[in-house]
């Protein structure tokens, strides 16, 4: 019988407080363990919530209320959202067996779920990767159907997985030799909507060490992996770490940060973002066997609000180069180092042909402006006033995360915002010109949540009036 990790915390002590000193560049809320809804006497780990974040699956291990009873396996429950809370779960009876039943992903309409192992018998499931579609007619998930993964081998008796909602990403746990209960992260592709999934590639030595690497998940809007990994001096507790990818490879990470915010001394893993910014993950630090927890992901790019003038950002020169404010702290004092434009901050901007105005910083996958680039606006709208011979020319940018298609859209509504702020504000639409150019010219790097956090912004340049 093949089994995921689901209760390596059962053997679990206390352990004195982390030692890790790396900062976050994630934060995230106090983590609350959740009620009775969701947690029980029994173990309940692996949280996966629907694209919508209006329902939860999740695992439960030793519980009486399995189909193969308290010893018989492990099964898939779910849970539909009530307003802030939870309804009571329920079995999903139709999909499990007496078996290990184990749910690793989610389709984005929510009519497909995947699950770890495949089934030979009614009580028997062997390693592999299989799926459910959820019948309309019946309504009711059909039996999970057997998925091909090219050249799979698991040697050991646990492993894990995780299928993205595209149905395009499968991030592997597998042991690391045989009969090993340590394993290493790993990923394989699929072109067809998961029929067929490529053979699983190690993900590098950046993010598997020695120690045991598990529970993978992976944030398209950050562009970062998170997994938990155990610890030398006690393998039976485990942390939450994230690291950033660096490149278009599945081999280039950072270096991986312990997300300290949401780890104790105990067990923590299976870490699940939902698009809403809820962070759902299992943890033992109330008791031997882990229940889920909920926090909150405060900022998804805490760097938005907090962007450094760096030289980029505090140039005011020609077309050349660019003129950009992360934020209105300018004053009188950074102005005349700069340009010796401004006398005061709340005056209307000099205008200087062809200067380019950044406004950086935009959450992610959002075309509001923020509070803090409202002084900016204003001058310029001043400015535009005060001088009626000049147009304006205003770009929007996105990251590059997502489709093209998508992000040329939503950097087409980024510069809609800008203009309607001058619309409002009296300026003629004869003199604004507005564009969006998706992610096709980025000002900063996408390997980082910093640069991410730079290219998605708006660009606004005074020219003249021919």
Known sequence: MTFFKPFLSVFAVFLSALLLGQSDSFKFGKPIVMDSSINSSAEETNPIMTTDGQGMFFVRTLSGENIGGLYGGQDVWYSDKKGDSFKKAENLAEINNHGNNVIVGVSKNGRRLYFLNQRTRKSKNKAGLSRSDYNLQAKAWNRPQPVNVNDLE??????????????????????????????????????????????????????????????????????????????????????????????????????????????????????????????????????????????????????????????????????????????????????????????DSNQPIAPIIDTVYRLVGFDFDKSKIKPNHNNTLKRLSDSLIENPDLKLEITGHTDSTGPSAYNLILSENRAKAAVNYFLRNGISSSRIEAIGKGEELPFATNSTIEGRAKNRRVEIKLSQIK
Request: charged fraction near 25%.
């Open 154 to 343: 698991v040697l050991g008796e646990f492993y894990g997985c995780f299928i993205d909602k595209n149905e395009q990403l499968a991030l592997w746990s597998l042991p690391k030799k045989t009969n090993s209960d340590d394993c290493d992260l790993y990923v394989s592709f699929s072109s067809d909507k998961g029929e067929n999934w490529s053979r699983p590639i190690y993900m590098g030595d950046i993010i598997n060490s020695e120690n045991d690497e598990m529970s993978p998940f992976f944030d398209e809007k950050t562009n970062c992996l998170f997994f938990s990994r155990n610890r030398k001096d006690n393998p039976a507790d485990y942390d939450i770490y994230y690291t950033s990818k660096l490149s278009d490879s599945w081999t280039s990470w950072s270096k991986p940060i312990n997300v300290k915010q949401l780890n104790s001394p105990k067990f923590d893993a299976y870490l699940y973002i939902d698009s809403l910014g809820n962070a759902y993950f299992s943890s033992n630090r109330n008791d031997s066997l882990s229940d889920i927890f909920k926090s909150r992901v405060l900022t998804l790019d805490s760097v938005t609000d907090t962007l450094p003038l760096d030289e980029d950002t505090t140039e005011m020169v020609s077309q050349t180069s660019k003129m950009a404010f992360s934020s209105d702290s300018m004053n009188a004092e950074s102005a005349t180092k700069l340009n010796k434009s401004y006398t």
